[in-house]
């Protein structure tokens, strides 16, 4: 099959762009977590664990940028790594990223990059570094209910806009989360939420609490 060159691809454009790595990571980790309470019950000596949710898991990898070869700096690649944890002007956010490697593929974004410059030319440019990265799994909340209606029955349920109401409100209400009023507006093809009619019929997409 031959060497695999490992990549990082900002999967936020259209089309994707991939940065290659020059060097393979020598080992990456992934972890991995649940998220539990704890219910005190009086008489028992330990409380009672609930599980509430899984974790996003979380890939830690370092990549080694070397331009001692050619005397090139290693600016160019340094500054495509940074726009993973800088905020897109369109997206108003980090971009998406999916880091690839032969069969390894790993979907998230990037939540911490720490640069440590090794070697240097004689104008002060850096011609070797380091690079760890922290890349936090992510999935949009409109795929992962996607996903969930494919394997739960429908409860997605029927209600009328009341004047004064926002869908940023309807989404805290439903959801527990205003964030998620544009699954509602995708859900009933609303392109200007600000201008909803009081008495207009919404389609409400499943209760998330009770899944």
Known sequence: M????????????????????????????????????????????????????????????????????????????????RKFVNIDGELHAPPVCRFEWGAVQFRGVVTSLKEKFQLFAEDGRVLRARVTLSIKSYESAEVQLRELRRSSPDRTRVRVFREGETLAQIANETYGDPRLWRLIASDNGIERPRFVRPGTPLRIPIDLRRS
């Open 2 to 81: 031959g060497l695999q060159k490992a990549k990082i691809v900002n999967v936020s454009v259209d089309p994707e762009v991939a940065i290659d790595v020059l060097f393979n990571p020598t080992e990456y980790g992934i972890n991995r977590g649940a998220n539990y309470t704890e219910m005190l019950v009086p008489g028992l000596r330990t409380p009672i664990l609930q599980f509430i949710r899984g974790e996003a898991q979380t890939v830690d990898l370092e990549l080694f940028l070397d331009g001692t070869n050619k005397r090139q700096p290693v600016e160019a690649d340094l500054d495509k790594l």
